[in-house]
């Protein structure tokens, strides 16, 4: 919504009688009013051992990785969060509509693996699907979709898959954390990640390995001023964003740590949010949609510790 | 494409063969190089008395109004612009994967109209749409989408279409201009603008009247930082953005102005740059999508002027 100042607040009541130019179907309840019915079995506490702390400031940034997606690369980026290896290198990206990025800038120079004695891989092969039926329950969107034929939501991720090819992808939607790559598709290794800061560039689906999703303040990263070079990057060293701490969320005081719950995709109560979104009931939507688009889902994600 | 430091430059060389892992096409040319062949008449300068200069700091955002898609909130942006009821107001509001918006946050409290005596109007009807056959050519995009059985593009700007309704609306992707406005569909006059900062809010379109696109310095909106009020409005005024000042081109001097041109979307080039944009040949895509959605189309603008 849009509301100018004057109304900003009657919004939060408004059950007024909609008046249609044509037949368009409204779903009962707003988003907001499904998600009002949820219950605790409608939200998942995502495993400690899959979210990353990122800190560009004091505040962090919640990134979920999804082994699943992505088994080998999930375990390097584990290990390179706690060889420390971020910590004092940089955002040295921010491509205005599509992604920030960072790692060590001086790569070429400094060496990955000199400096960290490692048990981490430098490469691994692309992580760019996995087997359909190696995943657990699929929730499919019903709307189609305009790069894949299927598309829908696992455990919380965006995805496009194939029933045919018995092959799921995750979806490059807005937020969603992949692994930076030259031009062999297996010369990643999670030691440089971008996270999607604007329209989704779904033309990478399948091309680039897609790790996780930021689940919280990735207004840290969005709001990077952006990069005068060549895709974004940084021609001013002085720009860099320095990276003060990455840990694993095992590794954060609990003082320190988020109370966070991901709504569940996979229960009816998800299925309802979606017609909410799609078929809006409230009166501000001359013509609700009936349609959306796999990125403008957006899946709730709640933080009870404030 | 998202390449890891080391291999950053030779991107721009690189006409390597492709493994492909089944039969994808490949466009014969890139995007850039199609951009390559693209002569004078592929371009167009937008006509001066469309574009608007706005300054939150030294560098001008320039957006392009489209009188076509919303004549009477043209005809009144225009008054407001010269009445320089903007300059010392506020950009009010930045809602991550949303938009910013501008306006007067005490609008209820001053009275726009006790301010400046107008031929301004207070509210205009919705521009929501217009009639198709009102439109000069319409080039479509021959992808589907989610929203809109028929999707293309108009003098640069993206649109939803249905010959069927002979209905046309511009489309809301990132960068698209609009008019904020409460409950009632008329209650909008554009003296409170947004801007689409985020992943394309498409079941806006037909909601809400849009107005133009940013052609130039979005960054200077996008890395806003984000209000932590309801909506993305700044709780704290201390967090309001001061707009310095906005004027019409006509009214910028010849030094400050910037020679922008567009690429036209009516030309056999600019289908050419979509095939190549939907099928890449660059090998670093391992496998190019084959399909595109309109707000990923990106309508290159030149800077001629630096």
């Known amino acids: 919504m849009i509301p100018s100042m004057k109304n900003l607040f009657p919004f939060l009541f408004v059950l007024a009688s909609c008046t249609t130019p044509e037949k368009l179907t409204r779903y009962p309840l707003s988003p907001s009013e499904v998600l009002k019915k949820a219950t605790s079995k409608d939200w998942r506490t995502p495993n400690e051992k899959n979210l990353i702390y990122f ?3 004091k505040e962090p940034v919640v990134i979920e990785l999804s082994p699943a997606f992505a088994p080998k690369h999930f375990e390097n980026i584990k290990k390179i969060v706690k060889s420390k290896y971020w910590d004092g290198l940089y955002v040295m990206r921010s491509q205005d509509n599509y992604v920030i990025q960072w790692g060590d800038p001086d790569e070429k120079k400094k060496g990955f693996l000199k400096k960290h004695k490692s048990n981490i891989a430098q490469t691994l092969p692309g992580e760019f699907e996995v087997a359909l039926s190696s995943l657990e329950k ?16 696992v455990n919380g991720f965006p995805v496009g898959y194939s029933s045919k090819e018995n092959k799921a992808w995750l979806a490059h939607c807005y937020g969603m954390v992949g692994v930076s790559r030259d031009e062999d598709p297996n010369s990643g290794n999670g030691s440089s990640l971008y996270v999607v800061t604007g329209h989704s560039p779904r033309h990478l689906d399948r091309n680039i390995t897609l790790v996780g999703r930021v689940l919280h303040g990735i207004e840290n990263l969005s709001t990077i001023q952006r990069g005068k070079g060549a895709l974004g990057f940084f021609k001013d060293k002085k720009k860099y964003v320095p990276i003060r701490k990455v840990r694993m969320a095992s590794q954060v005081s609990k003082k320190q740590k988020l109370n966070l719950k991901v709504l569940r995709t996979d229960t009816s109560l998800f299925q309802e949010y979606i017609e909410a979104r799609k078929s809006r009931k409230e009166s501000w939507f001359h ?9 403008n889902v957006n899946i709730p994600v709640q933080n009870s510790k404030h």
């Open 55 to 57: 800190y560009v400031n």
């Open 138 to 153: 699929v929730s499919p969107l019903k709307d189609k979709d305009v790069y894949s034929s299927q598309v829908g939501f």
């Open 287 to 295: 013509r609700p949609a009936g349609h959306i688009s796999l990125c």
